[in-house]
């Protein structure tokens, strides 16, 4: 898509440090990184929302994370990655194309786990969790 960083720097107009890349994935350095070997795997395709995938994208993504989650872990000694994606803008996603996080970890870092990141939101007091359930399956296609 036009404009996209992400597939401007897969096609080669913008310089990315390629660490993997297959038919449907490719995986580069975060131009930004939270630590070293900070690394984001990214479909091919331009498609903004997870949701949006094929399952054959999802499941290459899904392949690239975990080949490039192993190589971090050896690379840089860690024993602990924080993987993630921000699903949309309103989950913090600045680049509109999806994209997983890796995240290299070490104990002592100063980044706390996922949970922090709602530390100060609005939290959920009571809820029917029977009904969540419900709600979530009922929805799941087969």
Request: charged residues 25%; neutral net charge.
């Amino acid at each position: 898509m036009d404009g996209c960083v992400f597939c401007r720097v897969m096609s080669g107009e913008l310089k990315g440090y390629i660490v993997y890349r297959d038919q449907l994935v490719m995986a580069f350095l975060d131009a930004y990184p939270l630590a070293e070997g900070h690394t984001l795997v990214v479909p091919r395709r331009h498609v903004q929302r997870f949701e949006d995938l094929t399952e054959e994208e999802a499941c290459a993504l899904s392949r690239a994370l975990l080949k490039v989650s192993r190589a971090i872990s050896r690379s840089f000694g860690v024993d602990a990655l924080t993987i993630g994606v921000n699903d949309g803008p309103e989950a913090g996603q600045v680049v509109p194309h999806v994209h997983v996080h890796v995240i290299p970890r070490r104990q002592g870092d100063g980044a706390g786990n996922l949970h922090a990141i709602f530390r100060n939101a609005r939290r959920i007091s009571s809820v029917d969790m029977d009904e969540v359930a419900r709600r979530i399956s009922s929805n799941i296609e087969p």
